[in-house]
């Protein structure tokens, strides 16, 4: 569902950009809402979400899927957690329809998606690892990288059980909007994904807003 | 696929109640809906690092398929196979759901102690795996999509999901070949969507087998070329084992 949002970028409290192939960390507190930026078009911004003050509760894919009852997520989706509490809700949405079935890329499933000499290609979870074992302060480690949202990315399930990549459903300027339901950990890696034709073997940047 | 037809093993586990053990590499496990309309949820770990796991994402998008059937293999995180599926009676099971938590149990078919009701209490599926979790040293943090044994939800073309009642029946069997030793940890807690009712509570028949050895044209082997390197890996992972 398409739903712009009314906030202005000129009032965003924050805002970063993030190359292809960066994570991005950020705690968005209770009350926020954050945005995040397709800046040149079919880009994936695979992220993860974690209670700020505990992380052992986490975004939960199916836990999401199964309580809206519906295997995309658009406006109005609430994304719940790992206990089934809602985290956030999408609040604004020019793009559609997200992802949350294809999970992300990784050195060892680039070897079987794509050929087996991908391996020492950069991957998503790698941009992940590298994001939690530099901040030791989070406690987290490889136990805590799970299911993700590919924001951007249109992964469509047909009604007799096939799934696809299909071209994405993006473009320069589009945007996905999140307010905070409770304090959030966010944890992105801005895909540098060179092997998938959704983003044109292109990677590209990502821009995250917060408005307090 | 078998190389025997007799089980090395064969034991019931009741409705509504959980279960692990680990599978060794070359065996195969026989699930078999004992009165149908059974929902076995199942986690998997690598017992020489439990860090690696079912992968629900990379299972479904290295297949291109959003159920599970025989010819498909189910993926770790790294790349590997844990167990490929060799027979399959039903044509589709889930992975996408999870699994019941206590809330929803409540909610849709109400509490139930072991005080009032002792082995007939109602267990749920979240709670199910963290009690066999721990047992091998794991928690909340490993736990994962889970896949959901004998039960068909599918979706539209907007993605609304439908929970497809009567899917199963009274016999129905699926084969797993291992193809790595793995930690299982089982549940046969009601699918979450499942609305009977009743609390649903059906028994689970497992068998253990010993598998014939794994040519070169194993169907699951050569049912995509996803899978082909997904065994590739596998057998780089075993190599200085044997
Ligand atoms: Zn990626």
């Not at chain 2, 009032?116 to 795996?129: Q, V």
């Not at chain 2, 899917?167 to 030793?181: I, K, Q």
């Amino acid at each position: 569902m398409i739903k712009q949002s009314i906030l202005k970028p000129e009032n965003a409290s924050f805002r970063e950009t993030v190359p292809a192939g960066e994570y991005f960390l950020k705690i968005v507190k209770a009350g926020e809402t954050v945005r995040i930026l397709d800046l040149e078009g079919n880009q994936a911004a695979d992220t993860l979400f974690y209670n700020a003050h505990n992380p052992t509760e986490r975004y939960s894919a199916v836990d999401t899927i199964r309580e809206q009852g519906n295997v995309y997520l658009t406006a109005g989706s609430k994304l719940r957690s790992s206990e089934n509490n809602v985290m956030l809700e999408i609040t604004a949405d020019t793009c559609g329809r997200h992802d949350t079935l294809g999970g992300a890329c990784a050195a060892e499933s680039n070897t079987t998606r794509y050929a087996l000499e991908k391996k020492c290609m950069h991957a998503c979870r790698d941009s992940w690892l590298v994001a939690v074992t530099e901040h030791e302060e989070l406690g987290m480690t490889k136990r805590d990288i799970t299911h993700n949202i590919n924001f951007f990315m249109n992964v469509p399930v047909t009604s007799d059980g096939g799934l696809t990549f299909a071209d994405g459903i993006s473009d320069a300027g589009k945007y996905v909007e999140l307010k905070a339901e409770m304090d959030v950990l966010v944890m992105i890696s801005n895909c540098p994904q060179l092997n998938n034709p959704c983003n044109a073997y292109n990677p590209t940047p990502i821009e995250v807003l917060v408005w307090s | 696929m078998l190389q025997s037809a007799a089980p090395l093993y064969d034991d019931l586990i009741p409705g509504g109640s959980h279960w692990s053990f680990v599978m060794r590499r070359g065996h195969v496990l026989r699930l078999i809906d004992e009165t149908g309309g059974t929902n076995v949820g199942m986690l998997m770990y690598n017992p020489e690092n439990p860090l690696e796991r079912y992968n629900m994402p990379d299972t479904l998008k290295n297949q291109h398929t959003f159920l599970l059937t025989s010819g498909h293999v189910l993926l770790s995180d790294m790349g590997r196979v844990f167990a490929s599926i060799i027979r399959d009676d039903l044509g589709w099971h889930d992975t996408v759901s999870g699994t019941c938590n206590a809330d929803l149990v409540e909610q849709r078919w109400g509490q139930k102690t072991y005080q009032e009701a002792h082995n007939h209490y109602h267990r749920n599926g979240f709670s199910s795996f963290l009690n066999e979790l721990a047992k091998y040293g794991l928690g909340k943090k490993d736990l994962t999509a889970n896949l959901n044994w004998f039960s068909k939800v599918k979706t539209d073309d907007d993605g609304n999901m439908a929970y497809v009642s009567d899917h199963s029946h009274a016999g129905a069997t699926v084969d797993l070949r291992f193809e790595m030793d793995t930690i299982v940890v089982l549940h046969t807690c009601p699918h979450p969507l499942n609305t009977a009712s009743d609390y649903p509570s059906h028994p689970l028949r497992y068998q253990l087998f010993k598998a014939a050895p794994v040519t070169d044209a194993d169907p699951c082997k050569i049912s995509s070329p996803e899978a082909t390197r997904a065994f590739a890996n596998t057998a780089l992972y075993h190599m200085m084992q044997s």
